[in-house]
């Protein structure tokens, strides 16, 4: 039997020019994970994936040692810019329950992910330029954050409009 040419997931799933992505009403989406090999992404929006759980559910290999899943980690999204995440009532997390540093990100979206309760923003990033976050009061009020700094640094930049009230 000839031997595979990749020896990894992520030599398979190299998105290395994939700046914009767009997912529209896939039903039966449970996740996400192959963005996680996109290092451009600079835009991702998902919208009406009433099955979608996570946005990535998984980024290590098995195989990986601890310093590699850390650089996976750090690198994951980092060009991410905008992240529009609406009508999707089974979201559970943005990955996996880790938080992501997010290095660009300047605007985030969501409305109707009731399921959402954290952004997965890693507490540092409190610090770096600002977010701006939209969405809808009630699921603000229900975010559970890392500790109160957090919490208290993106609270100035939420903003609800008129066509986002509950």
Request: hydrophobic share 40%; proline share 5%.
């Amino acid at each position: 039997m000839p031997k595979p040419k990749y020896s990894t997931m992520k030599e398979i799933l190299c998105f290395k020019k994939l700046v914009v992505v767009q997912i529209l009403s896939c039903p039966n989406l449970k996740d996400l994970s192959a963005i996680a090999f996109a290092p451009k992404l600079e835009f991702l929006e998902i919208r009406l994936c009433k099955g979608l759980e996570k946005v990535i559910a998984r980024v290590d290999d098995d195989d990986d040692d601890d310093r590699t899943k850390q650089e996976t980690r750090a690198s994951l999204l980092s060009e991410l810019k905008e992240l529009w995440l609406t009508d999707m009532p089974q979201l559970k997390c943005i990955c996996n329950d880790e938080d992501l540093h997010f290095p660009q990100l300047k605007k985030v979206l969501i409305v109707d992910c009731p399921q959402l309760r954290s952004l997965s923003v890693h507490a540092s990033r409190a610090e770096g330029p600002t977010i701006k976050l939209w969405g809808q009061e009630k699921w603000w009020r229900e975010l559970q954050w890392e500790n109160e700094a957090t919490s208290n640094a993106f609270d100035p930049e939420f903003d609800v409009s008129k066509f986002f009230q509950d």
